[in-house]
Nanobody, 118 residues
């Protein structure tokens, strides 16, 4: 299974970005997907998952996670971005396990950098 993420970039606080992640190598409906992020000097943390539909408290109401099954693609729409959202964002896929556990995710994209300036 391969995950190809894109859409990162630099934006001012209050702006928006949309990340995309295309999944290949396995039927899309057989994997659950999620987004994680890792800021400099910090551990990788959960951001949002699809199936179950969950968000981290820090992004609730600002980020929207969606999937296009026809395109085998997941999206993370990020609105009202804050400086503290600056991180490398990773898409990930799992077959089983818990949506919150990094160890459950067998497949990871390469990461895409999001930088939010004040």
């Amino acid at each position: 299974v391969q995950l190809q993420a894109s859409g990162g970039g630099m934006v001012q606080a209050g702006g928006s970005l949309r990340l995309s992640c295309t999944v290949s190598g396995r039927p899309f409906h057989t994997v659950a997907t999620a987004w994680f992020r890792q800021a400099p000097g910090k551990e990788r943390e959960f951001v949002a998952s699809y199936r179950p539909f969950k968000y981290a408290d820090s992004v609730q109401g600002r980020f929207t996670n969606s999937r296009d099954n026809a395109l085998n693609t997941v999206y993370l729409q990020m609105n009202n971005l804050k400086v503290e959202d600056t991180a490398v964002y990773y898409c990930a896929a799992r077959v089983g396990g818990s949506y919150l556990s990094l160890a459950s995710y067998e497949f990871w994209g390469q990461g895409t950098l999001v930088t939010v300036s004040s």
